[in-house]
């Protein structure tokens, strides 16, 4: 048994000694019973932090214990406080109870029974208590520290990406200015820098989106497009991007879609260029348009190394990357599927996932054609 050592603070001997008595009676309590008389000497021992309790009386010559309790809960005594009332002083619990003890005893009620109980639950309770405190503490300091963090990240991507936009123009430069050259290694060179210039900068703007998220500044600029156009154009452009696989398109919408073109655009864009990069060997990648009253949908399906099961579940959350072998060596920060969902979803879409390891991957998306009603 842990000895549990106890403070007394009370300016009567013979409540002194009866609380002894009883104590020395409970056999499931290994104590050790300290005495202080007044008020001050009381303070004193109490900011001390010596003990695992304490208990004082609310008569204490010119003062009272609820005085007591309130300064040394000011001082910043932690520990729990029971308080000892007299028979006919039951209307002074809750004040105590508002002044910062975790318990009150009537000492006719006192007896070597109910004394350690009181004495035991009030440690637990306050111990309970403070392991919550530290809980929260935790959470708010972690909680800023991600604010904090956030805010830095944010900072740092936006100073990356002024000068890699003047990379990007002397690199586009460079490439034109070469494209008639007999210096085939310097055009090789300058075609490079551009590639590599424009993955940089998907990686940044993907950084600089997620920044923007996270701090509730993800802006969408909204109007009326048509959809299947926004499609060709995508998918012209990355087919140039890809030789060993051709993007095939089945059916159409024909509609006008309210949202944000570019945003949209970035979804079908990040789909599509998965299915390239993870689905390296599958010849056919198959764009799937359909439409019905109130939505447009489209889905992207590649025959590659698939997703397991208990993968999908957490593909659209940040950072999530699948480590597989064969996915290896391939660019991303894991956060395109993540900034796809909540662009969809912030458009009232739905996103989804379909995939049997080894048989392939389809992505796909559905979306409301019309303005929200507000
Ligand atoms: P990134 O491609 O930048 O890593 P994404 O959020 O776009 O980030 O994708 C997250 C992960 O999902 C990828 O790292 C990859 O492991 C997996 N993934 C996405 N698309 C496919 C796909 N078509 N086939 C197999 N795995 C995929």
Redesign the pocket.
Known sequence: MTLTKILLIEDDEADYFILSKHLAKSSNLHYQLDWESSYQAGLERMLSNEHDLCMLDYRLGEYNGIQLIKEARQQGYSGPIVLLTGADESEIDIQALQAGADDYISKNQLDSNLLPRVIRYAIERKKTEHERERLLHEQIASKELDQRKNEFVGIVVHELKTPLTSLKGFAQLLRRRLSQSVDQQARQLANRIDVQTNKLTSLID?MLDVTRIEGGTFQFDEEAFVFDELVEEIVEELQLTTEKQQIIRQGQTDKSVWGDRQRVGQVIT??L???I???PAAPVILLNLSTDDSNVSLS?Q?S????PLE?QQR??EPF?????SE?RG???????????AEIIQRQNGTIWVQ?VEGQ??T?GFTLPINKPQT
């Open positions: 993907d990040n789909l260029s998965n299915a990069k993870y689905a992207v590649d590659g190394p698939g997703i993968k593909i659209f999530y990357r699948i480590e597989a996915q391939a660019p991303g920060l894991g956060l395109g599927l993540f900034i796809s995939s392939g991957t992505f």
